[in-house]
């Protein structure tokens, strides 16, 4: 059975996620810091489907978590926050988080939200494997991995879904919220600034390797695109 990770210290709503989580499938894994967090979280990285991950924690808080697991996990994390401060929402999805949910839900709306992201990262059944070569760049979503003259380059799970739809739709332009709608999905209530914040994080660490053959162009007033000279595949 499916894990779901479920850290907030309000122990009773822990505890009725859990409950709702459990009709749906999931076997939860309750931790009330972050401390256990990211200790049961390591403990047993490869079975956990998703994280529902509060900000506000005692030892260390979820941003923090976020950003521990991000490191080598790109496990689905729901961010949850009490204020609902545009600035938490932001810095939860600059840092590698998928959606939030702003206290006070209702259960079955986090089980719904849970189940759209799961949609999203979820291949369809048969689906061929899903790997594109454009000159140096190699991107084989399958596996979440992008390399540069064969070089590892650290995304998070976000910034690999963006290059992904970029580099598939070559010279064709984006706007903020066409990006929006295909990477974060049509029930995400985020604005523009995510977008554009993702794309620099992800174009420096792109232009940490050499490479002439391509680049992620910004159309100023409409958005971006991806352009190459060739493409060897």
């Not at 992620?216 to 695109?225: D, Q």
Request: hydrophobic share 40%; aromatic share 10%; proline share 4%.
């Amino acid at each position: 059975m499916d894990k779901i990770l479920i850290v907030d210290d309000n122990r009773q709503i822990s505890s009725i996620l859990a409950e709702y989580a459990k009709r749906e499938g999931f076997s939860p894994v309750l931790a009330y810091d972050g401390k256990e967090a990211l200790e049961r979280f390591f403990a047993d990285s490869e079975n956990y489907k998703i994280i529902l991950l509060d900000v506000m924690m005692p030892e260390v808080d979820g941003f923090e978590v976020c950003r521990k697991i991000r490191a080598s996990s790109n496990v689905p994390i729901i961010m949850v926050t009490a204020r609902g401060e545009d600035f938490e929402k932001i810095m939860g999805l600059d840092i590698g988080a998928d959606d939030y949910i702003v206290k006070p839900f209702s259960p079955s709306v986090v089980m719904a939200r849970i189940r759209a992201i799961l949609r999203r990262v979820s291949p369809p059944e048969g689906k061929p494997n899903q790997a594109i070569v454009f000159d140096n760049l190699k991107i084989n979503l399958d596996e979440y991995k992008v390399t540069i003259n064969n070089v590892p380059i650290s995304l998070t799970k976000k910034e690999i879904e963006l290059l992904w739809l970029l580099v598939s739709n070559p010279n064709k332009v984006f706007s903020r919220d066409n990006l929006l709608d295909n990477v974060w999905g049509y029930d995400y209530y985020g604005d523009s600034r995510t977008v554009d914040s993702h794309i620099k994080r992800l174009r420096a660490k792109l232009d940490a390797q050499h490479h002439e053959a391509w680049e992620i162009k910004t159309i100023w007033g409409v958005g971006y695109k991806f352009e190459g000279k060739s493409n060897k595949s």
